[in-house]
């Protein structure tokens, strides 16, 4: 179970709900990318999304899969009321309050097609995210497909301060481009979430290498682990259920 002295709050759902525009480098691009990489999957089922958030790859992947039911899991109240409210009335979501440490949610009655989690998994320490990799594959379909794109550790002291100039200018872009100004920028370096610019992380963020993550699933016994995309610090990839 997460350890509750470090676990998420109603308060932080609020705070990303309202500087994520900002703060995600690429968002729709990278929601595009999941969808896509969850399209050429050549299994049938059901899609999870692991820590979905407001809900909006949720909402994407019901509008591109019209016969797929998504799983939308995530253990705060308001960001599952934001994804039900965002996708309306419809028998092809699921929503469910979990703890993303605990195990009980990982269990279906009929393999899925994809698990998909964005932004989430950093929240688990390493031997949590070989736990978790190892639960999906368990889960999932042969030849369905796990997307996840995750915050990651940097190897170096060098790759730590490209990551963190890499982020500063996305959210100056994304500013630039969203208002014209660059409020939400500021706002940003306000909220001081550049991480990769502190000395010490927040101990409720335990991001892992590259490697780690590569390593980890194919230890799992993922083939096809594939790097689609990454940019300031933050890895799109995807592995395969054989
Ligand atoms: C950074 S947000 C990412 C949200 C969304 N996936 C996105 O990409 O915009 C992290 C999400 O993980 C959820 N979360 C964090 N720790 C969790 C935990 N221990 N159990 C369940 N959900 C958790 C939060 O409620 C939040 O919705």
């Known amino acids: 179970m997460s350890d509750p002295d470090h676990a ?18 690429q ?26 958030g407001e809900g909006l790859l949720t909402a994407a992947l019901l509008d591109r899969l019209p016969d797929t039911r998504v799983h939308a899991y995530d253990g705060s109240d308001s960001m599952l009321a934001a994804t039900r409210q965002r996708v309306g009335d419809t028998d092809r979501l699921v929503t469910r309050q979990i703890d993303l440490a ?17 932004l989430a998994v950093h929240h688990l320490d390493g031997c949590g995210k070989r736990a978790l990799f190892a639960d999906l594959f368990c889960a999932l379909a042969h030849g369905g497909v796990f997307v996840l794109a995750d915050v990651i550790r940097p190897a170096t002291d060098a790759g730590a301060a490209i990551a963190g100039d890499l982020w500063d ?22 909220a001081d979430w550049n991480h990769f610019r502190h000395a010490a992380l927040d101990p409720m963020d335990q991001p892992s290498t590259v490697v780690e993550h590569l390593d980890w699933l194919r230890e ?23």
Not at 27 to 50: F, N, P, W
Not at 169 to 190: C, I, K, P, W, Y
């Open 102 to 118: 605990a195990t009980d949610w990982r269990r279906f009655d009929t393999p899925l097609r994809a698990a998909v989690s964005s």
């Open 8 to 25: 998420w709050t109603e308060a932080e759902s609020t705070v990303y709900r309202d500087l994520s525009r900002y703060a995600v480098p």
């Open 169 to 190: 200018d996305a959210v100056e872009q994304r500013s630039l481009e969203l208002d014209g100004n660059r409020t939400g920028f500021d706002l940003f370096r306000r």
């Open 220 to 242: 799992a016994g993922f083939t096809g682990v594939d790097l689609h995309w990454m940019t300031a610090g933050q890895i799109i990839l995807s592995a395969v259920r054989p």
């Open 27 to 52: 968002r729709e691009t990278q929601i595009a990318l999941i969808v896509d990489r969850v399209a050429r999957s050549a299994a049938i089922g059901d899609v999870l999304e692991i820590c979905c």
